[in-house]
């Protein structure tokens, strides 16, 4: 087994000691600590894959990090981002300007919400309090004891708005 539990069912970080293991896991229980490698089957079901083969797209793997989307957030935002920002009329080729204004825009939201998603696992993202009364005020219409007035949905939509 990977990790030692204890009690309340987490990882007892003193239990599992200092010495290195390999182990292989589908990933639904465990947490990755450390690396990680996958490896993903492109065959149909019941193909057998060639053992000799090198390189042929049969089976992709790579390397999972404690840093993974770190470096990913870099590569996006720095070397892709400006690559394609830079690309003149003539690289794009055959696609229509309407198929290239929506790939820069999908590409950029991708873009924002990596470096969101980083900044959210780094704990850097805080969230807006909501004021305790519109708070009880919710509590109270999801119990069935009062109707949302308008201050109160104000209040919510303009938190709302915000995302």
Avoid at 8 to 21: N, P, V, W
Avoid at 39 to 53: E, T
Wanted: hydrophobic fraction near 35%.
């Amino acid at each position: 087994m990977p990790y030692k539990f204890n009690d309340a069912g987490e990882i007892d970080e003193r239990r599992s000691g200092d010495h290195k293991e390999f182990f292989v896991t589908h990933g639904d229980k465990e947490k990755l600590r450390g690396k990680g490698l996958y490896f993903l089957r492109c065959v149909p079901p019941g193909k057998a894959i060639n053992p000799s083969g090198t390189n042929d797209n049969e089976v992709v793997f790579g390397e999972i990090s404690d840093y993974t989307i770190s470096a990913l957030n870099t590569i996006v935002n720095n070397v892709y981002k400006p690559l394609v920002q830079k690309l003149a009329k003539e690289e794009w080729g055959s696609c229509e300007d309407d198929q290239k204004k929506e790939f820069e825009q999908t590409f950029d939201k991708f873009a924002k919400e990596l470096t969101e998603a980083l900044e959210s696992l780094n704990n850097k993202i805080e969230l807006d309090k909501i004021d305790p009364a519109v708070f009880e005020k919710v509590k109270a219409v999801n119990a069935g004891k009062q109707s949302y007035d308008n201050h109160t949905i104000e209040t919510l939509a303009s938190v709302f708005q915000r995302w």
